[in-house]
């Protein structure tokens, strides 16, 4: 037989009060990938738009909070972006893919 002590038992541990969730503050600035887009449109770069100036441009003209957190979401960003063939790099640099145009009848 297994004899369980009372007290242990008692001792079981309580619930922790859930604490309410703040509502996610909406940031001053659109999407990652939207701004990439508009800073490579921007730049007019002929080889391409580096990663570093993009960030430049990104910082400079929108309302992003921290530069070193902007970093890393255009360093994930880009890299989403290669992945959906929306840029297209370009030894060490991104541009974007050209447009079919529609053949006309």
Same mark, same amino acid.
Do not use: C, F, N, T
């Given at each position: 037989y297994i004899i369980i002590n009372m007290a242990d038992a008692a001792k079981a541990p309580a619930k922790k009060a859930v604490k309410?969730?703040?509502?996610? !503050? =909406?940031?001053?600035?659109?999407?990652? $990938?939207?701004?990439?887009? +508009? +800073?490579? =449109?921007?730049?007019?770069?002929?080889?391409?738009?580096?990663? =570093?100036?993009?960030?430049?441009y990104i910082v400079a003209n929108n309302k992003v909070?921290? +530069?070193? =957190? +902007? $970093? !890393?979401?255009?360093?994930l960003a880009v890299r989403k972006m290669l992945a959906a063939k929306k840029l297209v790099p370009v030894k060490g640099s991104f541009k974007l893919p050209k447009e079919e145009k529609a053949a006309k009848p």
């Open positions: 309410a969730k703040k509502p996610a !503050v =909406k940031p001053a600035h659109p999407p990652y $990938q939207v701004m990439i887009v +508009a +800073a490579i =449109k921007a730049l007019k770069e002929r080889g391409g738009s580096s990663r =570093k100036a993009i960030l430049k909070a921290d +530069a070193a =957190k +902007a $970093q !890393v979401r255009v360093k």
